[in-house]
């Protein structure tokens, strides 16, 4: 999507703080934090939101939780404990239409902090 900003960061078009690459997924943080650690974990497949998932995606959300524990483990966070949010559709609070996963820890995280 040409004027998706997620998809300008996958193609390097815009200059974001790198955590995690692989030919799959992108996990940079995110430019306003809501934590300490505040990570965004994003398919590089352009995928609108989790409503848009297709039986092919299965794998790919898969894959994209397996490196959050990588990442959550890397940043020292595995055994304190991380949020995971994904919010779908305007409603929920979703602003960019490219499915992204939130990572959030580095304090403790309360019920407000959704």
Do not use: W
């Not at 995110?30 to 995928?47: M, N, S, Y």
């Not at 499915?99 to 820890?105: G, P, T």
């Amino acid at each position: 999507m040409e004027d998706c900003i997620f998809c300008k960061i996958i193609k390097k078009e815009i200059p974001s703080h790198i955590i995690y690459e692989d030919s799959d997924i992108l996990a940079f943080q995110d430019i306003q934090p809501q934590a300490p650690i505040h990570i965004l974990v994003v398919p590089k497949k352009h995928i609108p939101s989790l409503v848009s998932l297709t039986k092919e995606d299965e794998a790919l959300v898969g894959k994209i939780y397996s490196v959050i524990n990588q990442i959550a483990k890397e940043q020292g966070v595995d055994e304190k404990g991380y949020r995971v949010i994904v919010n779908c559709g305007k409603d929920a609070g979703q602003t960019v239409g490219h499915l992204h996963f939130h990572l959030l820890a580095g304090t403790k995280l309360t019920e407000k902090m959704v």
